[in-house]
């Protein structure tokens, strides 16, 4: 097949004034695969894990867990994870994985031995302080190796005692997902209070995933308190569904282009948060069908903007940002402040690009405003633009589609998209006509 993406200079130039359209199997749920790398780690029992995501931020974990003394057999679509020796000391590398380094900040205070966290210099910006100070009340023993609240830490692991804590959830709902997990493995009961909690419904996948392992787990939803008992996680095998982060952007594309696509392999009850972007789409004038095998998008007809509070879907904002010039009136995405904290400050990032290629936006403190000036196609500029990624594959995606309809659009570094969704280029090629 002849390449439809043209490689210029590092980066691809995006076909533009075509279809999307035909059938694509995203790959599996980043979020569902860390959580369940991080439980085996705790559970220190063989697990067969089916179709986990291997990509560069889960090769990461599974790093990891071999310099703990797992032994990790990788066949196709299935990883069998083993303990073996545990080391007594390891420099665990996280690159720009934050889901990696929080969960291990937590789950290594429960592994005894001596460990080192540490990653790139955008992971060393990115917060731990209120997961650690949580930690150290529950009698954990970690200091920080440089600058106080960030990477990298080290902890003397097999010194998380229990006890009453209170978490401010406000910067990543990660915090409380890893001291959950860790807390099964504590001395002692682990009493939580969690506070101004933000994407919720990661922290519902967290349960869901720790109930099948068979935690002892109570939540008291009128005041957010969590009580976790030290638990046996037993569960050997665990099959990963599809990732509805990436499901997304085909969805958007074919929104986008007047296509349509069959998603394969989506739970409509999913509990993973991305799944309410459908939903989105939907209300803005994509017609959404649920089938058993997945699901089928496209638009029919003309788009329309939306007023949204995006604190649980946060990794679709530059998803969303994109379809937002192509729909008539302005689109509001609210309260995503702690986007600015992810692999890189999304919102700024959205902000430059579109404005560069010509978007009508405008950044606020906590999310962004758009103008649908695109609605009319025909007043989309058309001049050539290199976009720039920042290291982040959302941005990189999220521009690539972009890059659909508004004509001209060079995505850079886009091997960055290898971080969640490695097969994105050629998923996307083989959907365009």
């Known amino acids: 097949m002849t390449s439809l993406l043209t490689p210029i200079a590092g980066g691809y130039a995006i076909p533009s004034g075509r279809v999307v359209k035909g059938r694509v199997e995203p790959p599996p749920s980043k979020s569902i695969t860390q959580r369940v790398f991080n439980l085996s780690l705790l559970a220190r029992r063989p697990v067969e894990i089916s179709r986990p995501l291997m990509a560069e931020d889960t090769e990461l974990f599974v790093a990891a867990l071999e310099s703990l003394g797992f032994r990790c057999e990788k066949q196709e679509r299935r990883l069998a994870l083993e303990p073996g020796r545990p080391a007594a000391r390891a420099q665990i590398w996280c690159g720009n994985n934050g889901t990696m380094l929080r969960f291990l900040t937590a789950a290594l205070t429960t592994v005894p031995g001596e460990w080192t966290l540490d990653g790139t210099e955008r992971l060393r910006q990115r917060p731990i302080g209120p997961l650690v100070d949580a930690l150290r009340i529950l009698g954990a023993r970690m200091r920080y190796a ?49 506070k101004d909690l933000v994407s919720a419904p990661y922290l519902r996948l967290t349960r869901e995933i720790l109930v099948s392992f068979g935690a002892s787990l109570q939540e008291d939803s009128k005041t957010s308190v969590y009580r976790v008992q030290p638990s046996s996680l037993e569960k050997s095998s665990y099959e990963v569904e599809g990732d509805f982060s990436s499901a997304a952007y085909p969805a958007a594309a074919a929104v986008l282009t007047g296509g349509s696509v069959s998603v394969e392999g989506m739970g409509r009850d999913s509990q993973q948060g991305d799944r309410g972007f459908l939903d989105v789409l939907s209300a803005m004038g994509a017609e959404l069908e649920w089938y058993d ?106 521009l690539a589609i972009c890059g659909l309809v508004r004509s001209g659009v060079v995505v850079g570094t886009p091997e960055v998209v290898a971080k969640s969704y490695p097969s994105f280029w050629t998923d996307l090629e083989h959907l365009i006509r």
């Open 146 to 194: 440089d600058r106080e609240g960030f990477a990298p830490v080290r902890i003397v692991g097999g010194s998380l005692a229990g006890g009453s804590v209170e978490l401010d959830a406000s910067l990543s709902s990660q915090f409380v997902s890893a001291l959950l997990m860790a807390a099964t493995q504590a001395e002692d009961e682990v009493v939580l209070k969690v």
């Open 293 to 398: 095998w997945g699901f089928k998008i496209g638009a029919p007809g003309p788009l329309v903007g939306i007023d949204v509070d995006f604190s649980n879907l946060p990794d679709q904002v530059p998803t969303l940002a994109v379809v937002a010039p192509f729909a008539a009136g302005r689109t509001v995405i609210r309260n995503v402040r702690h986007l600015r904290l992810k692999e890189s400050d999304r919102l700024a990032a959205m902000v430059r690009e579109l404005c560069r290629l010509g978007v009508a936006i405008r950044e606020r403190a906590d999310g962004l405003e758009i103008e649908g000036s695109w609605a009319d196609r025909h007043l989309m500029p058309t001049h050539r633009v290199e976009v720039e990624t920042y290291g982040d594959h959302r941005v990189a995606m999220s």
